[in-house]
């Protein structure tokens, strides 16, 4: 593989820079290990979404996951945000971390993000505030009601603004901006909760080429400080930001390996091409 | 969002001046009569419950058909002190309640432990309803149960109440419920002095309602509330117990409940079981749909007009009411979906 050896360069800047991070919000690499997902199954009504499936994703790695409709990529993420539970096998975040044992908004505060398939933001709320929410922070009842915005924070919010170019349009409902920015500003709200984990459903899908290749360079300068799971349909822009691809296909991991290999296997080219 | 802005405070110390010196001084030097006087205390009253309806429903979006239970519940409480109050000049010249002793009761039962005083009573009017909106909301959330599911199923609560209201064993006077209240902290409760106060007291507990859900909404915590209310699955991806969120604002909302029934009773002078009626709950609903969702002075305004015309309809053409109302409430949902509030901000831009 002609990209392992960035890898382990990554996952060494990753976690150097953030030890006492990772002491903090619990979340053990000693293995070099993000995401470990096992012999998982969910069945819905009869249907097997996914099958079995087992996948692990490395420290600091940007991995692609693609597959034909259906193949149980959005359940694979729900099952690993909390949103299904698995009716066999484990997930695990990091060495310890058992994501079956944890509800939707634990499972945020432990470092998992995610993005949805259609961007869903607070369209009521200025662009500003959708940030505010989303950053990381004390999230208990008590804390949010005496909250106030320290300077620092300010800054933080303000240089996510300019990363994800919306710095002009920061008092703006959300609900007014383009589909492209909306996407963005998903972007920038997964980047406030300070993930070690992004996951991220179609996040070029109604992007101009534009907006999708300033998307590509942003994923690229995330992996190694985080890692990311983009499940996308857009195979040039999979092409551009793949490392490691795994197609899944009836709920199972069929192929994955870099994208010249998985693109040659016979198996993918029939799943994609119909038999 | 700012706290208020100009504009705002001068509306609010403008309301107060009225509220808390011109009214009851023009009341007590003859200029306007005690009948304004406790409607208006009334009206303050459903006010506060507006308020407190607007803050599940206009901002966290939780629409609750059931409001008036915990309305009633905190009116029952402190009714119980004023029918202690009554002493033995009650109908049959006994201390116990005229109805206890229609019913042959020769002791209190256990709800009425200490109900002669009237700082038991007045904490009753608050934690009962908040305790039962707590263990109620608890397990609605927590399951997540949404929607017309919820309304629902606050409307059968509130329901179930009034049956069991109704019931004499209950220990609350049966379908007659309270009333011929005679004195409040031993005096006089029919005066127009008394009556003045009572009004005052509501004024300032009105002024309060507004200041603390204001405070609330224009919290980051408020901020939080109608992000559950516009995309709750996006919040809990975001790391925040959405459940933990709606529990302390519903659980407030039925305290604020309390507390308005608990100054409705005296100045109203009767509480009973149909103060629970769904009618009643979905009354609520519609003030505040008429006043404006999502911003608390309109929803109070809300009230302010519903119940204004209903004084007005009811001696007027009471056999319209309900006609007025429910063309009132058509007519808001297709052309004035933020109510009158918004259709003063649409006027002032």
Redesign the interface.
């Known amino acids: 593989m002609s990209t392992a050896a960035t890898h382990p360069a990554g996952i060494t800047g990753g976690a150097g820079a953030s030890i006492g991070h990772v002491a903090k919000d619990g979340l053990d690499l000693t293995h070099g290990v993000v995401l470990y997902l096992e012999a998982i199954t969910v069945s819905f009504d009869g249907f097997r979404a996914l099958n079995n499936l087992s996948l692990s994703i490395d420290a600091g790695e940007l991995r692609c996951v693609i597959g034909p409709n259906g193949a149980g990529k959005t359940t694979m993420m729900d099952v690993i ?1 909390g ?1 299904t539970r698995p009716d066999a096998g484990t997930a695990f975040f990091g060495q310890t971390i058992d994501l079956a044992r944890l ?4 499972i ?2 432990a470092g998992i ?2 993005k ?1 398939q259609k961007p ?6 200025t662009v500003f ?1 959708n940030l ?3 950053m ?1 922070a004390d ?3 008590r804390r ?4 106030r915005l320290s300077s620092s924070e300010r800054d933080s919010i303000n240089e996510t603004l300019n990363l994800i170019r919306l710095k002009d349009q920061s008092d703006r409902v959300a609900g007014l901006l383009s589909h492209g920015q909306k996407q963005w500003l998903e972007i920038g ?1 997964l980047l406030m ?1 300070e993930p070690r984990l992004l996951l991220l459903d179609e996040p070029v899908a109604g992007m101009s080429d534009e907006e999708t290749e300033r998307t590509a360079e942003l994923f690229l300068s995330l992996a190694g400080k985080h890692s990311l799971v983009v499940v996308e349909h857009d195979m040039a822009f999979v092409e551009k930001i793949a490392r490691k691809v795994t197609v899944l296909h009836e709920g199972s991991v069929l192929a994955e390996g870099d994208m010249r290999t998985v693109q040659a296997d016979p198996r993918v080219i029939e799943v994609y091409l119909g038999r | 969002m700012r706290f208020y802005g100009k504009l705002g405070w001068s509306a609010f110390a403008g309301f107060a001046a009225i509220v808390l010196l011109a009214l009851p001084i023009l009341n007590l030097n003859g200029y306007v009569s005690t009948f304004w006087i406790t409607l208006l205390g009334k009206i303050m009253c459903y006010a506060i419950v507006a308020i407190a309806m607007d803050l599940i429903w206009g901002y966290a979006g939780i629409l609750s058909l059931g409001h008036g239970l915990f309305f009633a519940l905190g009116g029952y409480a402190f009714g119980m002190y004023l029918m202690r109050q009554i002493g033995s000049d009650g109908q049959y010249r006994q201390p116990m309640p005229d109805f206890m002793v229609f019913l042959d009761w020769k002791e209190f039962p256990w709800q009425w432990w200490n109900s002669d005083s009237f700082l038991w009573c007045a904490m009753l009017a608050l934690v009962v309803p908040g305790l039962l909106a707590y263990v109620f909301g608890y397990f609605a959330f927590r399951s997540r149960v949404k929607g017309v599911y919820f309304s629902i199923i606050t409307q059968a609560l509130t329901f179930a109440a009034m049956l069991l209201f109704f019931r004499n064993a209950t220990g609350f006077g049966g379908n007659n419920g309270f009333t011929d209240f005679r004195r409040i902290l031993d005096l006089p409760i029919a005066t127009p002095q008394a009556r003045v106060v009572l009004m005052a007291v509501t004024g300032i507990a009105l002024l309060g309602t507004l200041l603390l859900a204001r405070w609330i909404v224009t919290s980051k915590f408020g901020r939080v509330l109608a992000a559950i209310r516009d995309a709750e699955t996006r919040v809990m991806f975001c790391g925040y117990d959405t459940m933990h969120y709606k529990l302390f604002v519903w659980t407030l909302s039925a305290v604020l409940c309390g507390l308005a029934g608990a100054l409705y009773v005296p100045q109203v002078g009767i509480i009973n079981p149909s103060e629970m009626s769904p009618a009643n709950s979905i009354e609520i609903a519609i003030w505040v749909a008429v006043g404006g969702r999502g911003t608390l002075a309109g929803a109070a305004l809300g009230a302010g007009i519903v119940n204004g015309a209903k004084s007005f309809f009811t001696q007027a053409f009471p056999e319209y009411w309900l006609f007025f109302l429910g063309a009132l409430f058509i007519l808001v949902t297709l052309f004035l979906p933020q109510g009158i509030a918004g259709l003063l901000k649409k006027v002032r831009s």
């Open positions: 945000t949103k509800s939707e908004a634990e945020a505060q993000g995610r949805f869903t933001i607070f369209e009521h709320h505030e505010e929410l989303s990381k999230k208990r009842v949010t009601l005496f909250a709200m909760q």
